[in-house]
């Protein structure tokens, strides 16, 4: 079992920044490939950003990339995800999660551990 805990949402003006953070627990966080997904209001949850185990490779959707970084500290037990040049169709509920492999995936379905989300709203 991993317990993963989002925090670092908030309000932010369009342009802006933020950063989140998910804090793991349990088993070895180093075992698990994470990942960033997000659910804005009526519409279905979306993928936004992967990383491997060690955090030699990424991944990001079209929408965020060039403005979102993912990393990971393996000896802190957090995955990141760095917001930049924030717009307001990010506004969404942000959500991380682990999955039981090293390799990333951009589908939701292959994580088996989620976190219970962090607002970020963007106004314009």
Same mark, same amino acid.
């Given at each position: +079992? !991993?317990?993963?805990? $989002? /925090?670092?949402?908030?309000? !932010?003006?369009?342009?802006? *920044? ?5 804090? #793991? *627990? ?9 990942? @960033?997904?997000? +659910?804005?209001?009526?519409? $279905? ?6 990383? /491997? @185990? ?8 079209d929408s965020v990339k060039g403005r979102f970084t993912i990393s990971?500290?393996?000896?802190k037990n957090t995955l990141y995800l760095q917001m930049n040049s ?5 506004? #969404?509920?942000?959500?991380? #999660?682990?999955?039981?492999?090293l390799d990333y995936s951009v589908d939701a379905a292959q994580y088996?551990? @989620?976190?219970?989300?962090? +607002?970020?709203?963007? *106004? /314009?």
């Amino acid at each position: +079992q !991993v317990q993963l805990v $989002e /925090s670092g949402g908030g309000l !932010v003006q369009a342009g802006g *920044s933020l950063r989140l953070s998910c804090a #793991a *627990s349990g088993r070895t966080f180093s075992r698990y490939a994470m990942g @960033w997904f997000r +659910q804005a209001p009526g519409k $279905e949850r979306e993928f936004v950003a992967t990383i /491997s @185990w060690n955090g030699g490779n990424t991944y990001y959707a079209d929408s965020v990339k060039g403005r979102f970084t993912i990393s990971r500290d393996n000896a802190k037990n957090t995955l990141y995800l760095q917001m930049n040049s924030l717009k307001p169709e990010d506004t #969404a509920v942000y959500y991380c #999660a682990a999955r039981s492999r090293l390799d990333y995936s951009v589908d939701a379905a292959q994580y088996d551990y @989620w976190g219970q989300g962090t +607002q970020v709203t963007v *106004s /314009s």
